[in-house]
């Protein structure tokens, strides 16, 4: 997932859409030629921190030619993206995976040139941002509760949804949790409700409520990656969770599986026959990944829906597929994070009969950006959608100084107008509410710095949980809910205690750690005076 496994990383000219076989031998490439598995030997040069004139000239030089290989099929990489070491590797794989694609329409520049014009623009290493530092603790007033499912593994929370499943007579937080291969549900309004397994799957990341069978009782669809790590596996996964009739049991049924790393599945009328269909990105690898429809065709003899796979859009990296009616036209459409070297958000608009047209609504300047998350929202209540994006993926390399939350504007064209809010290490999913009841929408936003990484960065004086508290139209103050903890994938805003004020969920994900950390952290908002 850019979020889930090391996404494909900045790889030159070599995105997935080259990589099909060969590439031709021109004669100065530094080995490029040959094998396709034969791989560069590294040069690191380490250049003073700004590039002398001798280095400029060569830059000048040869950077038509770069650009012109390295920007064939996704925005030109900025130099400044990786750091001078970090960079061998990025051009060895892109030279690689070039190597392997087939393709022999490109002029391919010597390698030794390619790896210098990159190192001799790039910073000796990246750095984090002073402006990330010191936040003040935010001021309204948040009580954590822990929720925990005993288990055997330490918890690996993928997905936290405030849901109304029709169970307890209250709505719950049902999360995924990839640790334990479980789907989760906790009742924060009924004290005598113990938190729930309601299935076991096998690496499950994003869970949507739906009455798919149409029998008016609420189910879940929900994405099943099947493999975290980074590869084109086909274990993926699209699963239904039919609640049973007359019990608060669910059902496992497989709707489509032998799929690349399921990364979202959306559940919408898109061909306007009355019977919902799914909307489901592929996240892939470096094969594989797109977005495809689960076209529903009708019932089986049983009864139950049947669904016909038609591809929609080939791209690998597909992280969200939001749906929503976007245009007013009647007709859904959906509106998806496309990640790894794409790097776009773009709106599918539905012609009513389940074909789409695509408008940019907002691409990033570098093919390693690491976007991670979008969320639908009309952040500045004007009577549209924005968009609110954050690009923190740390799988690819750690944290970049770039690393940010960001506000998508939807000014009534495409595409949408960029704000940029605040830089933040590692983020990966943001969400707004009314925090401290001032009428305006704040948000809240969690980070995960993956692995080592951690270890690096947990002495820093940054923020894992931050609370954007927006002061005026389109301001917003940064302040801190929790520091040095950044081990979360996914956070859920929501009044959970049905005391009139917005709280926050947010999943812990751990891997390897010990196994007493908690699910999920309720942040309770007692705002209101009195409260206990």
């Keep these: 997932m850019k979020r889930y496994g090391t996404r494909l990383p900045l790889v030159l000219a070599s995105t997935v859409a080259l990589v099909a076989a060969g590439c031709r031998d021109s004669g100065t490439n530094n080995g490029v030629a040959g094998s396709a598995n034969q791989r560069p030997q590294p040069l690191i040069e380490r250049g003073p921190s700004e ?32 750091s001078r070491e970090d960079w ?25 040139e390619v790896l210098k014009f990159f190192q001799y623009q790039a910073p000796e290493e990246l750095q984090i941002p002073e402006s990330t530092f010191g936040y003040p603790t935010t001021p309204v007033p948040l009580r954590p509760s822990a929720v925990r499912l005993p288990g055997s593994r330490p918890p690996g929370v993928t997905n936290v949804r405030w849901i109304d499943i029709g169970m307890k007579d209250s709505p719950a937080l049902v999360y995924c949790d990839i640790g334990t291969g479980a789907v ?77 790393r399921v990364a979202d599945a959306r559940p919408g ?82 012609d009513g009969s389940g074909e789409f047209k695509k408008e940019v609504i907002y691409r990033a300047p570098d093919p390693a950006y690491g976007s991670s998350g979008i969320e639908l929202v009309d952040l500045d209540k004007d009577g549209d959608l924005d968009v609110l994006y954050t690009n923190g993926d740390s799988f690819d390399r750690g944290p970049k100084p770039y690393h940010s939350v ?13 704000h940029h809010l605040c830089e933040m290490p590692g983020v990966l999913n943001a969400k707004a509410g009314d925090f401290d009841g001032d009428g305006d929408l704040d948000i809240v936003a969690a980070s995960l710095l993956a692995g080592t990484v951690y ?50 969920a947010v999943g812990t994900f751990l891997r390897g750690s010990p196994s007493d950390q908690p699910d999920l952290v309720v942040w309770y908002n007692e705002q209101i005076s009195g409260a206990e």
């Excluded at 061998?88 to 030794?112: A, K, T």
């Design 51 to 82: 590039p002398t004139q001798r280095q400029l000239a060569l830059v000048n030089r040869v950077r038509s030619k770069v650009e012109t290989f390295c920007g064939d099929c996704h925005v030109m990489p900025r130099p400044t993206s990786s």
């Design 88 to 112: 061998v590797d990025e051009v060895n794989q892109g030279f690689m995976l070039y190597g392997q694609s087939g393709r022999n329409d490109l002029e391919v520049p010597p390698y030794d």
């Design 184 to 260: 989760k549900a906790h009742w924060p309004r009924v004290d005598t409700a113990p938190t729930e397994r309601l299935a076991t799957l096998l690496q499950p990341v994003h869970v949507e409520p739906c009455d798919l069978d149409q029998d008016g009782r609420i189910d879940l669809v929900v994405a099943d990656i099947g493999e975290f790590n980074a590869e084109d596996s086909d274990l993926g996964r699209v699963m239904w969770l039919r609640r049973k009739t007359d019990s608060e049991k669910f059902e496992s049924i497989v709707l489509a599986e032998g799929l690349s």
């Design 269 to 350: 009328d898109f061909d306007g026959d009355g019977d919902p269909d799914l909307v489901v990105a592929i996240f892939g690898w470096r094969n594989s990944g797109r977005i495809v429809m689960l076209e529903n065709i009708g019932k089986d003899e049983s009864g139950q829906p049947k669904f016909e796979l038609r591809e929609i859009d080939d791209r690998h990296g597909p992280v969200h597929v939001p749906v929503v009616d976007l245009n007013g036209d009647s007709h859904l459409d959906f509106v998806a994070l496309i990640s790894q070297d794409h790097e776009v958000i773009e709106a599918f608009l539905n």
């Design 406 to 418: 960001q506000w998508l504007e939807n000014e009534g064209s495409f595409p949408y107008k960029h």
């Design 455 to 504: 270890e690096e960065y947990k002495t820093l004086d940054t923020s894992s949980v931050v609370m954007l508290l927006q002061t005026s139209p389109g301001q917003f103050a940064r302040t801190e809910i929790e520091g040095h903890t950044p081990h979360h994938i996914s956070l859920e805003v929501g009044d959970f205690n049905d005391d009139g004020m917005t709280d926050c």
